[in-house]
């Protein structure tokens, strides 16, 4: 959503003051520390350098590399960057045997602080390994941790398959281990849903391999919607979709741009997360607020995609008949339409999402929209852009996850909408402020899930009770407590809550 947002920034200015970054990490406890130095001093004996850096300037790159502000402020006691599983499965044990913090780092852009780095602990991160290979024997896709969607997606385009990715090229593979929403998702599931292979590291260093069908199925299955809390996964096999190459114009769809009317676009997003339930058909709609001095200006976007020759009118029919600022609708290749939102790589802000869920009337759309916009003006001087994002999950594609094994989020048959509530702060702000955290905690109770339906790990506030809106909540901790008795990560790495 940045290269369009970005067409708008020289409207922005550009002074804000440097607030001081002292004092955002005390000094944890004495034992914390301790712990992190031992799992260091061990791991520098045992993988030596390269692979683990404690200062210099790779340590740097990494331990600034988070997408999010705060999150590039962590300054881990040592980063470890493996280039092999074994590498992982000797840094998990060390970590494990000194009872060390410690965090995995993937595309790096979680928004939730504290999710993919560390203070005072261990930080593997898988910036050298980025492989993306397609094996047509297997007909088989396999993804390393540390390759980003658009190099996947690039990599594998001469072969005529993709992966089903994310929809903003710079994001990581830490998207399926959440569940993974894509523009093949209406017609494949979750992203994670076409997991085949996973090799994990447990935490107690042990390396894996789980399947739909072999002794860790149930692994397997948690790993579909249980992020960064059952293992360190090293490699994923996934089931390609055979799109076709660049030059398949198979698709049609493209970005619309409104720049008013949001009581006819929710009315439109309302409908079709009712009605629409047709596997070829995928949307967006983002609205945002982008802050230019005291004002808001609204942006927007909507991106509509139908694997066919034309946007259907009856699916599509009520967006396109919303008068837009600007179009580009056409014939696509699925490598196109990947590309549509392009990278999403800048860096520098602190960045928060929260996560809801809707399935209902117009009205409840619209109550949203204006719980929204009340939320943005009041402390629309902490902001670079809100955005409320409306992504349908529908029917097709939670039949066609049950139908490739289940995942562990298992929402209800029917369709509804994943909504994203997501804010960018100003550059020079670098935390949440205590009355805008307040703000958005009235904003979670003002636009509850409706009932029934689960929210989104990658899309949330970390506070948010995730795993508890899931189907399979009493599954996902009872794999949980066999895969992690001691109950390790949950106590030496941040997370989900819940187990
Ligand atoms: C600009 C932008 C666009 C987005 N678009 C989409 C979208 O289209 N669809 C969608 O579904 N989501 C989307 N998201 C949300 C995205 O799925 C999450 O931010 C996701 O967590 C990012 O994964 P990552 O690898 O980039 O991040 P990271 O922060 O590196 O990882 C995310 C989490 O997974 C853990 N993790 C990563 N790799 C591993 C591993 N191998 N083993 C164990 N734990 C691991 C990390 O510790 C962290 O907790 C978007 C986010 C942003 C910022
Ligand atoms: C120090 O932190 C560890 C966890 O990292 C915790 O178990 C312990 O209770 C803490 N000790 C004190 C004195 O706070
Ligand atoms: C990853 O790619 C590099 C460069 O092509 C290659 O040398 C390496 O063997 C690959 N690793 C794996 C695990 O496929
Ligand atoms: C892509 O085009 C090639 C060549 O015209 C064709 O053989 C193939 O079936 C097409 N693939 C898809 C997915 O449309
Ligand atoms: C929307 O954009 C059009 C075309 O650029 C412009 O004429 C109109 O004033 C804009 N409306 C708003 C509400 O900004
Ligand atoms: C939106 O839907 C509501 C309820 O159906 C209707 O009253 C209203 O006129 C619609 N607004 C627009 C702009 O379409
Ligand atoms: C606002 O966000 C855009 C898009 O992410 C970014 O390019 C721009 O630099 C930001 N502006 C400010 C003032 O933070």
Known sequence: MAAPIRLLTALVPALFATQSIAALFPRSNETTHLAALEACNQLEGLLGSPLVQSSGPSYETAATNAWN?????????????PTTSDHVQVA???????RSQYAVQAGSHSAMKGWNTVQDGVLIIFSNMRNATYDPVKDSIVL???????????????????????????????LLLGGGLSWLSPSQGYAADTFKELDVVLVTGELVTATATNEYSDLFRALKGGGNRFGIVTRYELSPVHTGTKDNKTWFGGMMIFNSSAEALLNATARYVREVDDPKAVILVSLI??????????????TPFYNGPSLPDDIFGDFLSIPAVSSTLGPMSYFNVAGTLGLGNDRGYVQHFGASALLGDEDLFLDAFNHWMDFSVAYKDNFNTTTLAFTPVPNSQIQAGRAKGGNIINPPSGGFAAVQIYEQFKAGITDIPQDVQGGIDVLFDQIPPSPGLPLYLNECDSRQKVFESYGDYELLKQIYAKYDPSRFNVEHSQGPVGL
């Open 289 to 302: 607020n982008i802050v230019v001095g005291e004002d808001l200006v609204p942006f927007y976007l909507v």
């Open 69 to 81: 502000l705060q999150n590039s402020e962590y300054q881990p006691t040592c980063v470890v960057f």
């Open 92 to 98: 998990m044990k060390a970590i494990y045997d000194a």
């Open 144 to 174: 390393q941790p540390g390759v980003h969607w658009h190099d996947a997606v690039t990599a594998l385009e001469p072969f005529g398959v993709a992966p089903v990715g994310g929809r903003v090229g710079d994001v990581g593979t830490g």
